[in-house]
């Protein structure tokens, strides 16, 4: 499949847009070929305006969070924004959006660590996850990848995902429950359901 799910070969057509995240206006440089390449898209922004930044708090001063799917990083660099104190990975299986997550991260004055998937350490466990999970693969493909980072959190880490409801919400609810994650619907707008999942001992 050629789409955002890999490396593009075409021109990049570099643009920029611009986007409000926890209360602060960013520029990114955009791109064709990548995840929502012209704005902000409409889930992403649900879900940042449905969760509260994650804070540094005396029990984890230096908290790890990982964007899953990073596009070209506005998750990753809000998040590096409003909690400087985070070690912030982004990852993405398209080359060209970690070379624009750097690239606007640098510019946002933060440090974001953008890798694919299998270079990020495999001892790293994260106190959140963050997605808009690529849904289109299909589901076999999206329940290894959500198996895979899900068990990747810490002990008491939660991953916030967002879903549309028309592209399976409900059911990717009841999968995680399923599978033994204590999962909850904390948000709905826009047609898109915000899903907090962590396991079952956590707070």
Known sequence: MSHY???????????EFRATIFDRSFTFTSADGVFSGSRLDLGTSVLLRSVDPPIATPN???????DLGCGVGPIAIGLATACPQ?????????????ELTRLNAARAGVEVEALR??????????DEIWSNPPIRIGKPALHDLLTTWLGRLAPAGRAYLVVGRNLGA????????QGGWSAERLASAKGFRVLVVSVPESC
Request: proline share 10%; glycine share 2%.
């Open 86 to 98: 985070a070690h912030v990975t982004a990852i993405d299986v398209n080359d060209r959006a970690l």
């Open 60 to 66: 984890c001063p230096n908290p790890r969070l990982l």
């Open 170 to 177: 409900d059911s990717l609810q009841t999968w995680a429950l």
């Open 5 to 15: 799910f890999e490396t593009p070969t075409g021109a990049a057509n570099l643009r």
């Open 117 to 126: 998937p299998e270079d990020v350490d495999p001892d790293a466990r994260f």
